[in-house]
């Protein structure tokens, strides 16, 4: 059985492309420098991977049966860019006898389950070559307001432009962490995170709203506002470029703190 043919039967066309257009840019890019081993690719690629995703897997307000899903075309598309996360894969083994104790798919699926899991279960084959980088596209807009999660604390962020056409926002993160998706009456007047242009960052790959990770959600914000703080002076640069994956890294080194283990 091919990856394809398990992704198809998983009936969520938009979470999958998602998931695979993310893993395709995130493997492409830690694929670049020279020479590393597939081993050293592979510890590069999954934990921020399997970070980004704990935010669906753990949210409380998310059915068993999308979670279910999400967790069998996360071992999927993994195994598909030659990688296996052991935690990952069982996980996702039990989610595909839950899927058809729950009738939640269909009885191709079902029937095709052994092949299915002697899949997921097998060894991955590392890619030969990078994988074809997608095309950046952001449906975000400038002054929407966002809420970035990273292991279990949430981030404002004001999106101040979008870069190349809709290629990329470039956003500016308030001060502050919270315990849950922050509402706009916490941040309304608050400053930046770093003053003269240091929180602020164009993220390739931030793209989805309603983001199929949760990790990502809309603020509501009637008369949004920027963070206040001073600009940035001549020659320190406007924002510093990234990605959705490593985003997470920079909030780490922004406001400190380390994710959790994954």
């Known amino acids: 059985m091919k990856h394809q043919q398990i992704l198809e039967k998983l009936a969520a066309r938009g979470l999958v492309r998602s998931m695979d257009e993310e893993l395709a840019r995130w493997v492409q890019h830690r694929m670049r420098p020279p020479g590393p081993s597939h081993a050293e690719i592979e510890q590069a690629v999954l934990p921020p991977v399997l970070l980004r995703w704990r935010c669906l897997f753990d949210a409380e307000d998310v059915d068993p049966a999308s979670r279910n899903v999400a967790l069998v075309a996360l071992a999927t598309l993994l195994h598909k860019y030659g990688f296996r996360d052991p935690g990952t894969t069982a996980a996702a083994l039990r989610a595909v006898d839950d899927l058809n104790r729950d009738v939640v798919l269909s009885d191709a699926f079902e029937r095709r389950s052994p092949e299915i899991k002697e899949l997921l279960a097998s060894a991955p084959v590392p890619l030969t070559r990078r994988p074809r980088r997608p095309r950046a596209l952001s449906f975000l807009r400038p002054g929407d307001v966002i809420s970035f999660e990273v292991s279990g604390r949430f981030h404002a962020a004001f999106v101040r432009d979008m870069h190349g056409g809709n290629e990329f926002p470039v956003i500016e993160f308030y001060a502050g962490s919270f315990g849950r998706p922050p509402v706009w009456a916490e941040l309304s007047g608050r400053a930046a995170a770093a003053e003269r242009g240091r929180a602020r960052f164009g993220v390739v790959g931030l793209a989805q709203l309603p983001d ?49 283990d994954v």
């Open 212 to 260: 199929p990770a949760r990790q990502v959600r809309v603020v509501e914000a009637p008369r949004p506002q920027p963070p206040t703080g001073e600009e940035p002076r001549p020659g320190e640069g406007l924002w510093t470029l990234t990605d959705l994956m490593s985003l997470q890294e920079d909030v780490f080194r922004l406001f400190g703190g380390r994710p959790d």
